[in-house]
């Protein structure tokens, strides 16, 4: 029945955890867009992205960074300036700047039709109501 966004039981099943696998690589290509970075640095700025880092396993983190390292659109390099442990700096190359702008116009292409969707789902619900 059209207004229920329930599953089996009548429990709620957040889907959007799902949707992160297609906007994490572009939210990684994006910060390193703005800067060079180190892992954790990018996994605390995936935040003020809407990534919610409580659910983010830094492993998840890691191996889009390598494999996107694998395809050339990051380069890292050891930072032995730093206090502490090595730290693997990430940094964008051209192919990466290029996939990033691919990506972001796949992502605005969906967004249209997610609106198209909303809306027409928001006049199923009003058609309802007024029944």
């Not at 955890?17 to 690589?25: D, E, P």
């Not at 380069?75 to 442990?85: A, E, F, L, V």
């Not at 964008?92 to 967004?111: F, M, N, P, T, Y």
Request: aromatic content about 8%; some cysteine; glycine content about 10%.
């Amino acid at each position: 029945m059209p207004g229920r966004c329930r599953g089996e039981g009548g429990q709620f099943r957040p889907r959007w955890k799902r949707g992160m696998r297609f906007t994490l690589r572009p939210a990684l290509l994006l910060l390193l867009a703005e800067g060079d970075s180190h892992g954790y640095e990018l996994m605390d700025q995936l935040d003020s992205i809407g990534f919610d880092s409580n659910e983010l396993d830094s492993s998840i983190v890691y191996r889009h960074l390598r494999d996107m390292e694998e395809m050339g659109f990051i380069h890292s390099t050891w930072d032995d300036d730093s206090k502490g442990p090595r730290r693997r700096v990430y940094q964008i190359k051209e192919a990466g700047a290029s996939r990033l702008c691919g990506w972001l116009e796949s992502l605005d292409h969906v967004r249209g039709q997610i609106e198209i969707l909303q809306k027409r789902y928001q006049n199923i619900k009003e058609q309802e109501e007024k029944k």
